[in-house]
């Protein structure tokens, strides 16, 4: 009877404390500098979206005057091997692999030495010696690229007429450009692809360690297919970044179109036409000032893909672990 007693009394003190837990009303405790953070990192996200849509607005405004050129035929403009607006030829196909030959050049170069750089300090380098490389090789992300582009005109393009012969190897080339932007972009793809690779746990490479398998094929087999999400990632970018840059193309690959695939002849980008073109006395509405927002349109277009596309492959190839 007695434990009865206590158990009864036991289970009302328990409904007391559950009554007092439930009826007591929690207050949210007001935090003025976090709320201020929240409202300015906000405000930044806002002020990004809407500095991208007006660049696309004055784009597409400027390059719309561009489109109702008369004579202006959309399919030339994609298709043609010729770019002289102000003689009526509108083919953008001389800028665009001109482009697009530097690009590759510059991926040949960064995409071997990055991922070769990335798997060392990830998988083989010593602590100490991975907290000195990295730094020193992220320093190449600080040099002006006007820096870069005399050094591919100064340097390589001897090298490369040393090489190949002076007679095939044009001053200005391609080649050269873009060799001198794969070592631009290389810490973009070595330090996020090295990321990619820290990311992978432990947890893997011990298990193939345990079943018998060297570190070469530890790191191949199993450390780099579970980072492929984030070193395809970190090509695209790298892509995206070549197909932008301005300075070294300018002063090393040449000045006017030219629609060829030779990567040692001169020819002229989309960006470096723009440099070259917009730094003249261009009036205001003439064909020519309106062209370039609509290469700057077309150069964007390519760029806003090829980010889609990182992301794209970032979430289709994404390893989640637990």
Sequence with gaps: MQSQLEAGSTQSATRVIFATKDNRTLYKRPRLGEDAIRLFLLACGVLSIFTTLGIVYELGKEALLFVQTPGFDLIEYFTGTQWAPEAGAVGIVPLLTATMVTSVVAMLVAIPLGLGAAIYLSEYAPANVRATLKPILEILAGIPTV?????????????????????????????????????????????????????????????????????????????????????????????????????????????????????????ETMTGHIARISGGDLSYDSIQYNSLFAIGLTLFALTLGLNLLSRWVSNRFREVYQ
């Design 147 to 267: 820096v870069y582009g005399y050094f591919a005109l100064t340097f390589m393009t001897p090298l490369l007429r040393s090489i190949f012969g002076e007679n095939t190897v044009n001053i200005y080339n391609m080649a050269s450009a873009g060799l001198v932007m794969g070592i631009m972009i290389l810490p973009t793809i070595s330090s996020m692809s090295e990321d990619a690779l820290s990311a992978v746990p432990r947890a893997l490479r011990e298990a193939s360690y345990g079943l018998g398998a060297t570190k070469f094929e530890t790191v191949i087999k199993v450390v780099l297919p579970a980072a492929l999400s984030g070193i395809l990632a970190a090509v695209i970018i790298g892509i995206s970044r070549a197909v932008g840059e301005t300075m070294i193309v300018a002063l090393a690959a040449g000045a006017g179109p030219n629609f060829t695939l030779n990567p040692f002849q001169n020819a």
